[in-house]
Every structure is written in structure tokens, then in C-alpha cells.
């Protein structure tokens, strides 16, 4: 007899972007009515870079739903060559910030702003491992002698293995990963070193961009690697290692930034955010685990309490809207006009 039913405790998003005005207002209701909270990427334009600046995004973030609304937004700051260990205790001081992301110059979206050498961080690294503040990793070298598909791998050798060398109580979360040798690396490394997964990286290969036509809406860094590689993704986040869990990396882009002769890395999945996931995981009969993954995991890692709401999924067909809308524009949604086989039920009432 297969699950028709599913009610797991309320998940938490640890990796999302909602961007800013009409932008997120249009997206960030999709999170909230599944997830209790989610770490917010700070790469705005301009990036997010102070304590104070993280409030008053959160007091948008917040100013955007309705009234009544329990999603709390955990804010983080981008870290750059010049962020200072004030910065980074006005940050663990705030109670509001609750990690400093790491985007290598260059590497994705909004990057410009990102570290050029980490040697330059090493007051702020210090600070952050003293005080147990999460360095989150966006973790691709941007080295154009290293060829697209490999370039989370180097990274992972060449600036993970030597940075947790030289900080090793360092808190970590290696963001979006995507290759068997970021799962082993993980696999191998202390209590304080994590992993987030997104639902494209368990769902689909690089096939799914590039055979058959190029489709830019399932173009997202780090990019889309071969069959070995997801399952790999799949074997971690679906067996019982407490140090993978739930990050969607939701990143919408408009239509036109996607369309386009240099389309935009990014996808948006915050419509579906756990949905997705109950489909890759009833895909290889692991549902059982998905609570572990999405909602329990992630909380203990950042030390959190577990949330104690639950929601519940319908296995019941669906269709995903072909766009929605995205400020003045249009965005493509992950898995566009295909029929999805798990629904969030809708609570009638509060919340
Ligand atoms: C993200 C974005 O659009 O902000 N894009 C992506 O492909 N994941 C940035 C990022 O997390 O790399
Ligand atoms: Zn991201």
C-alpha cells in the first residue's frame, strides 16, 4: 500500500533568496505558507553587508506577508574583504543574523562584491569561529582554467580542505552541493561541517539542461552534474547522516533574464519548496526520511529549537502554473506545466 498522506513537522529552508521590493512581494508568501523559517542570502544589489542593514530587510521581508503570519526570516551578511570582527559580533550580538555567506568574486549572481582572498577575511574567520557564527559557502572556485562541471570539487580541495585546516572549529555549511566529492567531504569532517541540498540537484542530471535544447530555466550555479553525481546527492540526503539537509536555494529571476543570449543562473522552487522534495524522496522509497531532512536536521545543526507545527502533504496530482508573477514581470517556475504528484494541504484558519 503506497502513503497517501504525509504530516511531518514544519520544515525550515536553510538557503533561499528572495530579493527586494515588488520582487519580494511576489515570492516570499510561496515560502512562508510551508517553511517556518528560512536563511535569507544577503546578495542583494547592493549585498547585504552590516547588522543593520539585515534588520531592515528583515522588517521588509516581514512587512510583505500578511499580518498574521509565523515565518521568521533568519538574516545572514555577505561576507567581503573588509568585513570586520565588529561586524561580525554586532551580528551574533543581533540575535537576527545567523550565519556569513561566502560567495568567491565572480562566482554567481550579485557576486561582484564577493572575497577576492580569503587571507583577507582571516580577523573575521577568527571572530566567527570563536564565536560559533555558520560561515555558509557558495562553493565554487571562479578560475577559468577550471572547467564548469569541476569547479565545486577544486573548490572543495583547494579552499575548503586548507580553510577548515586552519580553523577547524569553524561552523561550515557548504551550500547547494552537488558532486560525490562534496557529499564524501561532508561525510568525513567534524560536527560542524554541513551541507544543503537543493530539489533540482536530486531531482535531475545536467541532461536535463543541455540534451535536447538548452533550457535556461534549470541553468542554476553550481551547475547541474552527471547521473553518477546526483545519486550520490540523493544517497546523503536521503539516508540518516544528521549533516545534510533541506536548502531549496530558490533564486528568481524574470523571465527576460532567463530568456536570454546570457541567461541568468538561478531557479525559482519556492512554489513547490517541499513538495519537490517528497517527490525525489518517494522517488527512491525513502519518504519515511523526509522529515528528518527537512525539518529536524538543519534546526540542530544551527542549534535551534525544532519547530513544533506540522503540515501535512496529499499525494494528489497538479499542475505547475506555466509563470507567475515576479514584481513587473513574469518568472518561469521549476517544472512548468508539469503535473507534480504531492500537495501541500492548505490549512483552513490561523497561521
Ligand atoms: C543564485 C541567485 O540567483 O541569487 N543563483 C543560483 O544559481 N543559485 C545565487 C547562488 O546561490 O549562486
Ligand atoms: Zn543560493
Sequence with gaps: MSTTELT???????????????????????????????????????????????????????????????????????????????????????????????????????????????????????????????????????????????????????????????????RVVLEHITTRQAVEFVRAAGDNVAATITPQHLMFNRNALLAGGLRPHNYCLPVLKAERHRQAVVEAATDDHPRFFLGTDSAPHAVSAKENACGCAGIFSAHAGIELYAEAFAAVGRLSRLEAFASLRGADFYKLARNTETITLEREDWRVPDALDFGAELLVPFRAGETMHWRLRRETGSG
Design 8 to 170: 511531518i513537522v514544519r520544515p525550515d529552508d536553510w538557503h533561499l533568496h528572495l530579493r527586494d521590493g515588488p520582487q519580494l512581494a511576489s515570492v516570499v508568501r510561496f515560502t512562508a505558507q510551508r517553511f517556518g523559517r528560512a536563511i535569507i542570502m544577503p546578495n542583494l544589489n547592493p549585498p547585504i553587508t552590516t547588522t543593520p542593514q539585515a534588520l531592515a530587510y528583515k522588517a521588509r521581508i516581514l512587512a510583505a506577508l500578511p499580518a498574521a503570519t509565523a515565518f521568521e526570516p533568519l538574516m545572514t551578511l555577505y561576507l567581503t574583504d573588509n568585513t570586520t570582527p565588529e561586524i561580525i559580533a554586532d551580528a551574533v550580538a543581533s540575535e537576527a543574523v545567523y550565519g556569513v555567506k561566502l560567495y568567491p568574486a565572480g562566482a554567481t549572481t550579485n557576486s561582484d562584491s564577493g572575497v577576492t582572498n580569503l587571507a583577507l577575511c582571516a580577523p573575521a574567520l577568527e571572530t566567527m569561529a570563536e564565536l560559533g557564527l555558520p560561515l555558509l559557502v557558495h562553493g565554487e572556485v571562479v578560475d577559468d582554467a577550471v572547467d564548469i562541471f569541476d569547479r565545486e570539487q577544486v573548490f572543495v580541495e583547494t579552499v575548503l580542505a586548507p580553510l577548515l585546516q586552519r580553523y577547524p572549529d569553524l
